[in-house]
C-alpha cells in the first residue's frame, strides 16, 4: 500500500524567511514524487516532480529514500507562496494513480 | 482550452436526495479521475478510468457513491442518497497517458452541501 503523511495541516511563516513543507511516504518499490499547488481561487496544479530535479518559482524538493521524504523548501518566503500544498506519490512507472497527503496550509506573514 | 470542466459549481441539497456531478476532461485525455477534499482527510481518490472503463474504484465510500463515463468527454458522479457527511469538495481530474510523467490537470471542483 502507498501512503504519503503531511504532518503539519497549517504552516505560518515571515516573508523572506526559509520555507519547508514536510513530506513523508510508504511505498515498497521506486516511487515518483510530485507537489501540487492551489493558490487560492485557482485549480489545484503541479508544481513541480522529483524526476526532473529542477526549481519552479524558488521551490525545490529533493527525494531522501533513506528517511523516505520529499520536503519542500524555498529560501526567502514570499507573499504569493500562500497556498494549499499537497505532496502526492505515483507508483511504479506508468501507473496513473496518485496518491495524496491531507495538504499543508501555507501562509505567508507579511 | 477551457481544462477540464466541472458543473455545478456549488451543490446545495437536503439530507436524502440524489446529487448528481458532471465532468468533461481534456480532450484526448484518456484517465479520469474523481477526487474529494476535505479538512480532515485531505485529496481522496474515489474512483479513476482509462479508456471509459474503470480501473480502481477502490476509493468510494460505500454503495450510495456510483461513478459512470459513458464516452471519452464526460462523467457523472451520482450520490444517493446523499448525507451531511458527504459535504465535500469534489474534483475530477485527467491525463493522457502521453503525458510527461502522468500530470494531472484538474478542474474547478463541485462545492456540495449536503443539509
Known amino acids: 500500500a502507498q501512503r504519503v503523511t503531511q504532518p503539519e495541516k497549517l504552516l505560518s511563516v515571515f516573508k523572506g524567511a526559509p520555507v519547508e513543507l514536510k513530506c513523508n511516504y510508504s511505498?515498497?518499490?521506486?516511487?515518483?514524487l510530485f507537489w501540487y499547488v492551489q493558490y487560492s481561487r485557482q485549480r489545484l496544479q503541479l508544481l513541480l516532480r522529483?524526476?526532473s530535479r529542477e526549481s519552479i518559482k524558488g521551490f525545490t524538493a529533493d527525494l531522501n529514500k533513506g528517511e523516505t521524504s520529499f520536503h519542500l523548501k524555498k529560501p526567502f518566503a514570499q507573499e504569493e507562496d500562500s497556498a494549499m500544498y499537497y505532496c502526492?506519490?505515483?507508483?511504479?512507472?506508468?501507473?496513473?494513480?496518485?496518491?495524496f497527503g491531507t495538504g499543508t496550509r501555507l501562509t505567508i506573514i507579511p | 482550452d477551457a481544462g477540464v470542466i466541472q458543473s455545478p459549481r456549488h451543490e446545495v441539497t437536503e439530507m436524502g436526495q440524489e446529487v448528481t456531478l458532471r465532468c468533461k476532461p481534456i480532450?484526448?485525455?484518456?484517465?479520469l479521475f474523481w477526487y474529494r477534499q476535505t479538512m480532515m482527510r485531505g485529496l481522496e481518490l474515489l474512483i479513476y478510468?482509462?479508456?471509459?472503463?474503470?480501473?480502481?474504484d477502490s476509493g468510494m465510500p460505500e454503495d450510495r457513491f456510483s461513478a459512470k463515463m459513458p464516452n471519452a468527454s464526460f462523467s457523472t458522479l451520482k450520490i444517493q442518497p446523499s448525507e451531511p457527511r458527504d459535504s465535500a469538495v469534489y474534483f475530477c481530474?485527467?491525463?493522457?497517458?502521453?503525458?510527461?510523467?502522468?500530470?494531472?490537470?484538474f478542474g474547478p471542483g463541485t462545492r456540495l452541501t449536503v443539509l
Open positions: 481530474a485527467s491525463t493522457s497517458s502521453g503525458a510527461f510523467y502522468n500530470e494531472q490537470f
Open positions: 511505498y515498497s518499490g521506486s516511487p515518483e
Open positions: 522529483h524526476i
Open positions: 502526492a506519490l505515483s507508483g511504479d512507472f506508468g501507473n496513473e494513480k496518485l496518491t
Open positions: 480532450s484526448g485525455h484518456d484517465y
Open positions: 478510468f482509462n479508456n471509459n472503463v474503470p480501473i480502481d
